[in-house]
């Protein structure tokens, strides 16, 4: 049995669970401004969402950087969402794609992001262990995003060393609800069954309830999300749902999870890597 097979969710305190009573934001939305191709709704439109249906406090917007300055076009949605939701928070962001030596291309202007998601995208046979620590050591990055897709080897990442690392630095591995549940999804170039891609996950989830990792959630909506129907915002909420009942199954606990802290909570933590 792995190591980390032998930690053991019962020994927790239910209390202490992660739950959706105590999820106060989603880190990783995509908006049309700032990311016309690949986003689905205006900032407006997410927050009328959040805010009226999900009582959420805050909203971390961070679409693609490639080159271009989005923070500049997402100001101006987070602006005019911010007039009309007035108790709504959020933290103007960018997910930064992790090259292939583990390196991130930093737009200049990164000071002003409030809060930065490596991810991998594409380049499924790649040394991903040493991608990931890489990326987790830039002190720009807060989290890291959708670990565990586009891999083609999936039993030989090191998400002992990976969960550990990300816990001394204080920093988080991405639950990604569009992909915990759908193996589907997870990079069409990659071949596999679901029962290898559910069997990886339990890998990563057992780890980072061994290390008491931080845990970050978020949607990462996306334009091939509208196919599935006019409500897709509450279907991925249901979807949230699902994927805490399965973390609270692992023994993931809310001091794990950086969606409950509050707005000034959270810009603490990301102030906290940058002075690395
Ligand atoms: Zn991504
Ligand atoms: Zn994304």
């Known amino acids: 049995m792995p190591e980390a097979l032998e930690f053991n969710p019962e ?3 239910k209390s202490e669970l992660i739950s959706v009573r105590s999820i106060r934001s989603d880190l990783h939305c995509h908006s049309v401004e700032g990311s016309p191709v690949d986003a689905v709704y205006t900032v407006t439109e ?27 076009a997402v100001q101006g949605g987070i602006d005019q969402a911010h007039e009309l939701y007035p108790d709504l928070a959020f933290l103007n962001g960018l997910e930064l794609d992790i090259n292939l030596d583990g390196t991130i291309d930093i737009p200049e202007n ?7 998601i490596g991810s991998i995208h594409g380049k499924p046979n790649t040394d991903i262990s040493d991608r990931i620590l890489t990326a987790l050591n830039n002190p720009y990055i807060d989290i890291v995003g959708h670990p565990g897709r586009y891999t083609k080897d999936l039993f030989g990442i090191d998400w002992d060393g990976i969960c550990a690392e990300a816990a001394t630095l204080d920093k988080a591995l991405e639950i990604n609800i569009s992909e915990l549940l759908n193996p589907d999804i997870e990079g069409a170039s990659v071949e596999r069954s679901a029962d290898r891609v559910y069997l990886m996950k339990d890998e990563i989830l057992c780890n980072l309830a061994k290390h008491k990792t931080k845990i970050s959630i978020g949607t990462d909506l996306h334009q091939d ?9 509450g279907m991925e909420w249901r979807k ?29 933590w990301v102030n906290s890597h940058r002075k690395h």
Do not use: C, P, W
Not at 225 to 233: H, N
């Open 11 to 13: 020994n927790i305190d």
């Open 110 to 116: 990164i000071e002003k992001s409030q809060l930065n």
């Open 46 to 72: 997410l927050a009328r969402f959040y805010h009226d249906v999900l009582g959420v406090e805050f909203l971390g917007i961070t679409n693609h950087y490639y080159g271009e300055d989005r923070l500049s």
């Open 225 to 233: 999300q509208r196919v599935a129907g006019a409500d897709t915002l």
């Open 240 to 268: 949230m749902i699902e994927v805490l009942e399965k973390l609270q199954s692992y023994g993931i606990t809310k001091d794990q999870v950086v969606n409950t802290l509050n707005y000034d909570e959270l810009i603490n």
